[in-house]
């Protein structure tokens, strides 16, 4: 089971951190993926994190987005920067890019 928080609403330029808790499988064997979903739009591919740590990011994000993962509490991060009204969307943790175990999500919305 996965379950996202953090979102909320924040000024262009803010920050937020997103955290999704994990339960019900080996967190550390698994790459982990957050994908978001616009309002009205398609799932999008945010970011991924192999259990190796290594990470990549939609060019979209990259440079403003971090993903990391706390394997002891079996918790996934995102950390968003310089945030802009195209993020706004409901962010989701999942085991792949096709939204594969995503559970709730949590709502961002950037707006001035």
């Known amino acids: 089971q996965l379950q996202a928080s953090g979102g909320g609403l924040v000024h262009p330029g803010g920050s937020l951190r997103l955290s999704c808790a994990a339960s019900?499988?080996?967190?550390?064997?698994?790459?982990m993926t957050w994908v978001r979903q616009a309002p009205g739009g398609e799932f999008e591919w945010v970011s991924t994190?192999?259990?190796?740590?290594?990470?990549s990011y939609a060019d979209s994000v990259k440079g403003r987005f971090t993903i990391f993962r706390d394997d002891s509490a079996s918790t996934l991060y995102l950390q968003m920067n310089d945030l802009k009204p195209g993020d706004t969307a409901v962010y989701f943790c999942?085991?792949?890019?096709?939204?594969?175990?995503r559970g709730q999500g949590t709502l961002v919305t950037v707006s001035s």
């Open positions: 999942a085991l792949n890019a096709a939204g594969t175990g």
């Open positions: 019900g499988f080996h967190f550390s064997n698994y790459a």
């Open positions: 994190i192999r259990v190796d740590d290594s990470a």
